[in-house]
């Protein structure tokens, strides 16, 4: 369906930090775009949040040209930004073609459905945002050099009624933002925090859900800087305050919708493809965490007493594990991925986890014992450690013989020159220099 009657229409991509970039084009010529998208530069796609040019071999380096490549308008993502006028409204995703489609989010996303839909296996994903709301607008956070900030709510509140009631007006408009731009929230709550909170998707088909996260997590910001306040998804935006992070939580079914997760006389119901999709987790996903702590401030996250898995474990309703068996039904029961960071995309999260569970099914790879009891424990956890730090990260997605099967040779290039010269610019830098780079947009 197209708005053709429209005066404009906004098409945009899903860059790499999850942002969503793009332009505003006349209503009359959308039609005519699905046939031939607009062009864009991959340049797009090798930008921080603040629009500092990162290292990308043949996209930013001597060699580049800086030309455009054919988008691809997705049809049928048409939802409408609320802020807008009417005629203004209409909202569009698209992803890169050609080259760049090798890197570009989204792309690699199609990509892995398409090869789940060739097994005959169908995702279904529900996504948990974990954000904090500040009493700061970018001049003020200028002028308190990025330090001593004022939080929304005063003190951790956990599920505190008081604060959820006094922010009634930020719960309504954020449900109010959600109906236009076609969000399925599930749920929000107070988090422990200051400010802290979470809002929840709720589970649909797997590109939606990607989808749904981007846009709830764009247009949030938008929402906190109409209010004068600003939404922060940095990781671990203080050392004195819990870490902040993104879950996903995933099931399997055939074409005619059947859960592929469940068996009623398997141990905890957990049928042998279940079982195998946690293994496949377990193997690949060491090699991949670059894609769920994709930033210097993302490590910050795992640090003692943050609530940030220590291992690639997993356990039946654990949340001290990385990866969570949670539900109690056949159309219920699924694995929650905790290792992903708040600040991480999740078109590429969602397409690491499937990418790795996958491969898991089709090599019938066992996983460790559960994890019983506290996984902070040390030793407790059972499963491999997490690298150890951002440069053994990007290594190990160097060397990912499944990154470059599932994703692309080009993705693993690009993505691991990026984070590296990311890493050399904050070599000596202090979280302040993180926050004046990653606080209102990373």
């Known amino acids: 369906m197209s708005e053709t009657h429209s005066r404009f229409a906004t098409i945009a991509i899903v860059d790499t930090n999850g942002l969503l970039r793009g332009q505003k084009v006349r209503g009359a010529d959308v039609a005519g775009l699905f046939d031939v998208g607009p062009g864009m530069s991959p340049v797009q796609l090798a930008l921080d949040p603040t629009d500092e040019i990162l290292d990308m071999?043949?996209?930013?380096?001597?060699?580049?040209?800086f030309h455009?490549?054919?988008l691809a308008v997705d049809q049928d993502s048409l939802r409408h930004i609320p802020f807008e006028r009417e005629e203004d409204s209409p909202l569009y995703l698209a992803e890169f073609t050609g080259e760049a489609a090798a890197f570009c989010p989204r792309s690699l996303l199609r990509r892995v459905l398409a090869r789940a839909e060739a097994a005959g296996i169908c995702a279904k994903v529900g996504v948990e945002l974990e954000f904090t709301l500040f009493d700061e607008t970018p001049a003020s956070l200028?002028?308190?050099?990025?330090?001593?900030?004022t939080t929304a709510t005063a003190h951790p509140s956990h599920d505190l009624i008081i604060y959820q009631a006094a922010q009634a007006d930020f719960y309504a408009a954020v449900a109010d933002m959600c109906g236009p731009l076609g969000i399925g929230l599930g749920k929000m709550h107070e988090e422990i925090g200051g400010g802290f909170m979470e809002a929840c998707i709720a589970a649909t088909t797997a590109m939606e859900a990607a989808d749904q996260a981007v846009l709830l997590k764009n247009f949030l910001r938008v929402l906190a800087m109409q209010r004068g306040q600003t939404v922060c998804f940095m990781p671990r935006w203080s050392e004195q305050v819990d870490s902040q992070s993104s879950h996903l939580h995933v099931s399997l079914t055939d074409r005619e919708g059947r859960p592929l997760f469940w068996d009623g006389d398997a141990p905890d119901r957990m049928s042998q493809r279940f079982r195998h999709f946690i293994g496949g987790m377990q193997a690949y996903l060491p090699a991949l965490m670059l894609v769920f702590a994709p930033t210097v401030n993302a490590w910050r996250r795992f640090a003692e007493g943050?609530?940030?898995?220590?291992?690639?474990?997993?356990?039946?309703?654990?949340?001290?594990t990385a990866f969570r068996v949670v539900g109690h039904g056949a159309g219920s029961l699924r694995v929650e991925n905790r290792l992903p960071c708040s600040d991480a995309?999740?078109?590429?999260?969602?397409?690491?986890?499937?990418?790795?569970?996958?491969?898991?099914?089709?090599e019938q790879l066992e996983p460790t014992g559960a994890t019983i009891g506290n996984g902070y424990v040390p030793g407790a956890a059972k499963g491999p450690p997490l690298p150890d730090g951002m440069a053994a990260a990007i290594a190990a997605l160097e060397g990912s013989s499944l990154a470059r099967d599932w994703l692309s040779p080009r993705f693993v290039e690009t993505f691991t020159a990026t984070r590296s010269h990311q890493l050399r610019q904050f070599e000596g830098k202090t979280l302040i220099d993180e926050r004046r780079r990653f606080f209102e947009l990373g």
């Open 57 to 65: 071999p043949g996209v930013t380096d001597d060699s580049a040209d």
């Open 68 to 70: 455009d490549d054919v």
């Open 142 to 149: 200028a002028a308190k050099g990025y330090d001593g900030l």
């Open 306 to 320: 943050t609530f940030a898995p220590p291992a690639f474990s997993w356990g039946v309703e654990n949340r001290t």
């Open 345 to 362: 995309n999740p078109h590429l999260v969602l397409a690491a986890t499937l990418a790795a569970g996958l491969a898991g099914i089709e």
